[in-house]
């Protein structure tokens, strides 16, 4: 008995990998015991200000706002 063409590829694709997951073990997990520190200096804020009518506000100097962090203002 002939089989199809894309049979025998098929098989032949299922016992591949059916090799190359015994073959290879499975990957371990990453641990989860990394910890990122970081420190910044600097921190960019972007503002839009507009008007009651919908215009842009501008010539606008940092002067002009308060920057709080957990209600205490920033430099």
Known sequence: MKRH??????????AILLQLTLLYPPLRAQDSDFVFHAETEIVLVNVTVRDKNGNFVRNLKPEDFNVLEDGKPQK
């Open 5 to 14: 063409p894309s049979t025998r590829w098929l098989t032949k694709f299922l």
